[in-house]
Structures are given as structure tokens and as C-alpha cells.
């Protein structure tokens, strides 16, 4: 049998408005409703615990409450709040530091962290909740040199205004274009890539051991028309970059062309008789790949090929154009071009 809400006495029920009258926290005011609504006798017990958003036992214990002690009672809280954070304020900050350097390469590894560094003891799920409370997230490292130095790549981004300026020159005759440049390596050994797949179904990609390669020589612009040059090739030495970087200074034979690119080995030096009259060098700081946007170029590019077989480096080098070809628009280019490297390059590239 369903229980019976007997109505309240008419003192009490002054109490109850003359405590709706007065400012309430939220959940006080809650409990207040569910019991002004049980002296209306209006709705059933299933209608006021929908309107006050409670649970229909929380319902007849905010009536046992207020009958029991009166609105003192049922405005008093049993609950103790929240527990504290094991990770809060400086600890936590260090915490979100470590995130972003990649030192927690497990769940675990943050539990006897935060053991050593608070003297409290977390499960696995418990440090698991911390990691993804603070924004951690489990991904695949980017490979980074032992030879690379953080100071320089800092020093780079600050500095590319002026080193543009003593490029370039302080007032060209002509128009200055910058470009980024690249060069990734394609073959017929496949790219493997993760897929999506049904949960306890090992999925699987064709794969063959065959060693044939080419080479994919890519420049963006990095603003203005937001251009992209590309060239495949089945080789790569000193001679073919020069082919490339003629290719770029020919594409507007009116403009200085600055070229931004890695100091590789097959790279012309500044002071090589091959570099093309209206064509000018900016070396980036040795292992720093991720200050070159054409390297997200060249990831898009082999995720449209990954896990794929193909019979011929030319059919390889029709897919690789055809997917490059949506990525050559100005809009597209301009996606992804880092932002500091655009504000940079407008605040000191001469015109």
C-alpha cells in the first residue's frame, strides 16, 4: 500500500513560508518547495517529487524531517561536502606541467607520483580520475632529437622578424613571398595507421615487403596567395633540391622568393652557385621539425595512402596528387600555417 502524506499543522506551515520568504541556498530552497507543496495537498507525492526534481523518497524524508524538528532540521545538512583533492593548488600545477612534458607514461606512474609527492595513496582508478580531471590524455609521443635544443627553437620564433628583414634586405625592389619547405619520403612498403574496429575483433591491413621509393618535395606559402609547389622525384641529392628551389623562383620570376627550411645534408648552402638569383635561404634550428607546418602537409598526405597496398610508385604518386590537390587550395594552405610563424612573418617580412 502506498504511504500516506498526512498534511502539516498550520504553525508549521507559517514556518515554512516564512522561511521561502527569506534567501535560501539552491538546495535548501529545493527542500522547501517539496514541503510547501505537501501543505497545498494538491499533487501527489509522484507529482512533487517531478516538480521539485527529487527523488520520491526524498520526498517523504524532507516531510519527516520538518514534522520531526521543524524547519531547523529539515534546513540542516548531514552531508560533510566533498573530499579533498589529493591534487590541488602547487601540487596540482606541477601535475599539469609533467602532463604537458609527457613523464607519466602510465596511470601508474601518476599513483606513485602523487604517493611521493602528497604522502596520499590513490588506486589506479583514482590517479586515472586525477589524469583526466586535469586534462590528460594517453597518446602516442611525437619522436623528438637528442641533439635538439628547446632554447634554440624559443630563439628562432622571436627572432625570424629581423632575420627576415636581414634576408630580404630592408627595402626590396621587388615583392617577398615566404615559403616553407619540405620533403617526405613515399614507397611502396605500406604506412600503417590506426583504423577504427569493433571491440574484440582484431582488425587487418594488407602488407608487403617491397622497397621501392620516391621522394615528394613540397613548399607552402606561408601568407599572401598561400601558394603550394610540389615535386616527386625518384631520388634525392644537392642537384635535385636546386631543381625545386628553381621551380619556386620561377613561379613568380618577378618576386624575392624567402625560403624557410631544415638543414639538411641534401640542402643547398646560402652561399651555393646554384641557388636562383631572386631566391634567398632561412635555416630553422637543427632537429625542430615541428616548427615547419609543411610537416602536417606531408601526415595529411600519408594518412590518404596508409594502409594501402599499390602495384606502382605511379599509382602511389597519382594518390599522394590527388589527395594533395584539396590541400593546395589558399584556404587549406592557410589552415596550416602556425599562427605565430603568419604573425611573425607579417611583422617583419618586408613588401
Not at 596511470?107 to 580531471?133: E, F, M, P, Y
Amino acid at each position: 500500500m502506498a504511504r500516506q502524506i498526512p498534511p502539516l499543522g498550520e504553525e508549521l506551515v507559517k514556518e515554512i513560508e516564512a522561511a521561502w520568504e527569506r534567501p535560501q541556498a539552491d538546495w535548501a530552497r529545493q527542500r522547501l518547495l517539496v514541503v510547501r507543496l505537501i501543505a497545498q495537498h494538491e499533487l501527489t507525492t509522484e507529482q512533487i517529487a517531478k516538480v521539485a526534481g527529487v527523488s520520491r523518497k526524498s520526498v517523504f524524508n524532507y516531510r519527516d524531517k520538518v514534522e520531526r524538528g521543524g524547519v531547523a532540521e529539515l534546513l540542516t545538512r548531514d552531508w560533510a561536502g566533498a573530499r579533498t583533492p589529493a591534487v590541488r593548488g602547487a601540487v596540482a600545477e606541477e601535475f599539469v606541467a609533467r602532463l604537458e612534458t609527457g613523464q607519466f607514461r602510465q596511470a601508474k606512474d601518476a599513483q606513485a607520483w602523487i604517493k611521493k609527492r602528497t604522502r596520499k595513496t590513490l588506486s589506479v582508478s583514482g590517479a586515472l580520475k586525477v589524469l583526466r580531471r586535469l586534462g590528460g590524455k594517453l597518446k602516442v609521443p611525437r619522436k623528438s632529437h637528442a641533439k635538439k635544443d628547446p632554447v634554440k627553437a624559443a630563439k628562432f620564433k622571436v627572432e625570424l622578424p629581423a632575420r627576415l628583414q636581414a634576408v630580404a634586405g630592408p627595402a626590396p625592389a621587388q615583392p617577398v613571398r615566404v615559403w616553407v619547405l619540405d620533403e617526405h619520403r613515399y614507397g611502396l612498403l605500406p604506412v600503417i595507421r590506426r583504423v577504427w574496429g569493433r571491440r574484440g575483433v582484431r582488425v587487418h591491413a594488407p602488407y608487403a615487403t617491397r622497397y621501392q621509393w620516391g621522394y615528394l618535395h613540397e613548399a607552402l606559402e606561408v601568407d599572401g596567395a598561400h601558394a603550394v609547389e610540389l615535386l616527386f622525384t625518384p631520388a634525392i641529392d644537392r642537384d635535385i633540391h636546386a631543381l625545386f628551389l628553381r621551380q619556386i623562383a620561377d613561379s613568380d620570376p618577378k618576386a624575392l622568393h624567402v625560403v624557410i627550411a631544415d638543414q639538411a645534408g641534401f640542402h643547398l648552402p646560402e652561399d651555393d652557385v646554384r641557388l636562383p638569383a631572386n631566391l634567398r635561404l632561412l635555416p630553422l634550428p637543427p632537429y625542430c621539425p615541428e616548427l615547419n607546418p609543411v610537416e602536417r602537409f606531408g601526415g595529411l598526405l600519408k594518412a590518404a595512402v596508409a594502409n594501402r597496398l599499390y602495384p606502382t610508385l605511379r599509382r602511389l604518386e597519382d594518390h599522394l596528387a590527388a589527395a594533395a590537390r584539396p590541400w593546395s587550395a589558399p584556404a587549406a594552405v592557410s589552415s596550416l600555417i602556425h599562427t605565430w610563424l603568419a604573425d611573425q612573418v607579417n611583422s617583419g617580412a618586408p613588401t
